[in-house]
């Protein structure tokens, strides 16, 4: 089992990284394999509605120009997907929008039904709006959502600083631990039972 992480940053070694690289190491202790590929800090194009995947049933999106069909490729090779962006006015980072729309769109038969979460990480507001958002796409493809203790959000500004949110990395390893019970239950006779939570490290951001 397999669990494509996205890092929807244009900082590759950043906050959002910081809570994905939490999220992979608990997958791991978990027995699950994760990939983390991060969309760059190219020129990302937006959905121009031209329709041409699905007239021409391509499987991927007609424009080949960016990162959009490296990722949706993985599509067919998982098991699972997790979302991690930064929080930008209070949405997601607009180019990792445009590449989970392109590729739900041109490729949505191979991650339909397959488990999903979302990570938002923000310096300090609009984290639980760019977390719905997130959620959306997901719900439009009936994949069964991922929860953790909390909404998967981690505090953080400066690189690195997210490692300090400690209830934020609680709430990552709850993540990948639901994660990996979900996908042990679906692939699995009988199902494993649920896992067992740590007990709550509640933090206020302000410290």
């Not at 979302?118 to 609009?126: F, H, L, N, P, T």
Request: aromatic share 8%; with cysteine.
């Amino acid at each position: 089992m397999k669990v494509l992480l996205i890092n929807g940053s244009p900082r590759k070694e950043g906050n959002t990284a910081t809570a994905l690289a939490e999220v992979a190491k608990q997958l791991a202790n978990e027995g699950i394999d994760s990939e983390t590929m991060w969309i760059g800090n190219g020129p990302i194009r937006g959905c121009v509605a031209c329709n041409q995947c699905a007239q021409q049933g391509l499987g991927r999106c007609i424009f080949d120009d960016d990162v959009c069909n490296r990722i949706s490729e993985k599509f067919a090779q998982v098991d699972a997907l997790i979302v991690g962006s930064p929080v930008y006015y209070g949405q997601p980072n607009g180019a990792l929008l445009s590449v989970i729309q392109r590729a739900f769109y041109s490729n949505g038969a191979n991650i339909s039904g397959k488990p999903a979460a979302a990570i938002a990480v923000c310096r300090r507001g609009g984290a639980t709006a760019a977390f719905e958002a997130l959620n959306m796409p997901f719900q439009m493809m009936n994949m069964p959502v991922v929860t953790s203790q909390y909404w998967n959000i981690v505090y953080g500004r400066v690189a690195g600083e997210a490692a300090l949110d400690s209830e934020g990395m609680q709430t990552m390893r709850t993540l990948a631990r639901n994660m990996a019970w979900l996908l042990k239950c679906t692939n699995a006779t009988p199902a494993p039972g649920r896992p067992t939570d740590e007990e709550w490290a509640a933090m206020h951001f302000v410290r």
